[in-house]
């Protein structure tokens, strides 16, 4: 990504876009519990909200080639963290600066602990925003993918869907509106929740038992003796 690119995340209108994000993100990243997040985005000095139950966040900007920031790598390659090592998992607009999003998606998910919540955020392809995009980057708009091609993605990664929804303001602006959630809004958001793997029962081998033969006679009972 040029620098012109990451001058559209650094401008004010899109500061703006991502502030109403973080709004309407809130009640459900505020739920969020456990001890590490991983923050995604392709504005390069983004900062992560402020969760009381999340204290350890893993901060990386996003662009078509690389990623930097807590840790460094090529964007293509797969992300340097265990699987299931982050109870949240926040994309904000990595997508759709990522030459390779459909993998990029996946690692998110491979990354994020079963249980754990996904939160990613992008640029509606059909709002107003679309033709600001293009001028501002005269002619060369990052990616826009539609929230239900995001939908299909993740529900084939063991990622079940909570909450998709518009956001923002209708048209670029660098005021925070007071809504941060409109029918028609520039931006959206995408909540999915990674299944938890079910538990494998063990099949119990029946174990034979000795049992001691009673050889007595039964109560009662008289022993005929030998002639």
Known sequence: ?????????????????????????????????????????????????????????????????????????????????????????????????????QALLEEASRVLAPGGILALTGLHPFSAWLPWMLWRSRGRTPALRSPLLLERWARRIELEIERVERVGRLWPSSSVGLDAAHMLGGGYLLIARKRRRMATPVRLKPKPVSAPVNVGLAPGARRNAAP
């Open 1 to 101: 990504m040029s620098q012109r690119d990451q001058d559209i995340y650094t401008s004010a209108p899109l500061r703006s876009l991502l502030a109403e994000e973080t709004v309407a993100l809130m009640p459900e990243l505020q739920r969020c519990s456990g001890t590490h997040a991983l923050l995604l985005s392709a504005a390069p000095d983004d900062v992560p909200p402020v969760l009381p139950l999340l204290g350890n966040w893993t901060r990386l900007s996003m662009d078509a080639e690389r990623y930097g920031g807590d840790v460094h790598g090529r964007s293509d390659e797969a992300l340097p963290f265990l699987d299931d090592a982050f109870d949240l998992v926040l994309l904000r607009h990595a997508l759709e600066v990522s030459d390779t999003p």
